[in-house]
């Protein structure tokens, strides 16, 4: 105990220090609290009742939701910052949650937790709830190939038996995840034809049936790997959903209204969310609701008013212009960004800012695996292509072999001419879009918050 | 006017780091010159013939997708691949396409899995990955205009060596290669180019793409002589970044 007020009070300590410079660094305080402790995090965790929320896409706007459900329902809650998802990240977190006696000032922890992570960290936290939003291939350089993530985040569930599983039934990587399990699960997903436009793609992640790799068959398909599928040979086929969206009855790129059913519910809802991504990413912020005991309305409040871009897309007003940055990682996620401009109508101005540093992948290979070509259908409306950060010049050759003229694809290193160059061809009213990978999106963004008062993303 | 059949071998198994870039490659650069280019993709229980495509391209896949692939090789296409590796067809093999066309792979458990034989090559599995951006000289593209470098990307646990008959594609400057210890890259023989260097290796790499595409015209039209050149500056700027960041020039970091 006294090891623990001890490993307690340093960390906040640092926290404090930390804060007074500045410095937005969140694992440090943790890794101190643990080196004092080393049981810390297994000790924090049965002061607060968890969430964790784990998968490849999505993860950070699906907390987000699941805050302003609990927030609906009245619950005081923590959650760790994207970015600080691993053990020193979740242990600060917690940590900060406490008062210096060590009392916990929230009763529910709200955890976004890295996929690699996860099989350690869930025995440790004990949540009581596990939302998976999906699988998708990620940056295999640092994790590994898809099925391994997928068996890590099983080992994980394995030992947590009590936990109410909440899935995505449309992802046949995911969905595996609740069979044969004695928790509780909830699916949720898309009906059967609500999206008429996805194909199945040649560079599908999960062409093959998990459990015994024959070819599914789809009789609906979204994006990626995600649809109603069924193993011709051993059965395995999409559960049955709790939570599903039955209709889309509007979609463009400031949004889509929804129509969601599920356990005496039936519910439409006005989503400042756009994308497809999000609407799953809504589905499981609804599959939630409905486990916390919100009814239709509570849900529908929740999801209403809330508001935030593509993603993780951040926007900036500057002089009549609009400058909106998106976060893109791995390739069904820019595929999803790049869907995203197509529902622009407007001319804009686009740049690409790709590094390979190690939080962004050190291969930037997969920008090879992005559907590039589809902005042939919206050339006569980009004004321009820009390309930057550690690999513009990689971005440049696959736009002029996605078939953009590479005398409209122009290279700018430099962040600050970058914006100024770009803004001057944005028209007014128009927007300008720069695509980021991580680690070019955290340097953009200190030029954004010094030059135009950019917030913090979580705040 | 030339015509040109690609063929991509398990493009929906074996595509695992951007592999389609080095198919857009050679069907792109093949367009701009007004070579007319089919690309045939052929998977599991796809018939397959050694003699219904110039260029053969296999790529890399996850040890399961490699796995689902197994049966229909060894059955169904191993003798093809064979005898299209023999005939001197193109073929250009990228990570687990190199290993796959090899005779054997060792798992680092001392486990055999039989490859097609097609190249005299064998992998021996290793615990630790050899990855990273990588540069190697290939003497065959050397010319007065070109220095004979090719930049790229590996990403591999399997060390991999050569049989006497078998000549390394290039050696390397910085990087591991096939093996991390002779020194050297990939693999050629007839015409069957096999690398490490994955996903955009041909984007990256025009002067390899084109020596591919030359190959193939000849095989095809026998009194072909030589491609037009192209505007390569996106091309060359893309390679020429990673060889002054690994060969510590102007280093961006
Ligand atoms: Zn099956």
Redesign the interface.
Known sequence: MLRFRAAILTAKLAIVILRLFRSGGTSLPGKLAQRLYPQILDHLSGLFRITMITGTNGKTTTSRIVASMMEQKGLKVVANKSGANLASGITTTLISALTPGGRPRVTHALLETDEAAFRTMAPRLKPETVIVTNFFRDQ??RFG???TTVNNVREGIAKIPGAVLILNADDSLCASLGRNVPNRVIYFGMKEGVYPEGNAS???DA??CIQC?S?YEYSSVTFGHLGHFICPSCGYGRPHTHVECTGILSYDNLGSTIEVSGPDMDITVKLALPGLYNIYNALAGASFGLALGLDGNGITAALTGFECGFGRMETVHINDRELKMILVKNPTGFNQVLRYLLTQEEPCVTAFAINDRLADG????????VDFEILALMDDRIRAYYVSG??A??M???L??AGIS?DR?I?E?DYHQLIQKALQKTGAGETFYILPTYTAMLDIRKILKKRFGLKEFWQ | MYELTICHLYPDLLNLYGDRGNIIALTKRCEWRGIQVRVKQVSLNDPFRPDEFDILFIGGGQDYEQSIIQDDLQKGKRDAVREAVESGRVILAVCGGLQLLGRYYRTHDGKDIECIGAVDLWTHGGQERLIGNLVFECEFLKNEHFDGLVAGFENHSGKTWLGPGVKPMGRVLKGFGLNGEDGFEGAIYRNTYCTYTHGSLLPKNPALTDHLITLALRNRYPGFESLEPLNDAFESAARDAVIKRLMGKNSSR
């Open positions: 295999l350089d190939e898809l099925h040649i560079n599908s062409a093959f790799k070819r050190t291969d930037i290979s997969w920008l090879w695996d550690i690999r010049e990689d440049a050759v696959r002029k072999y590479p694809v290279l290193k």
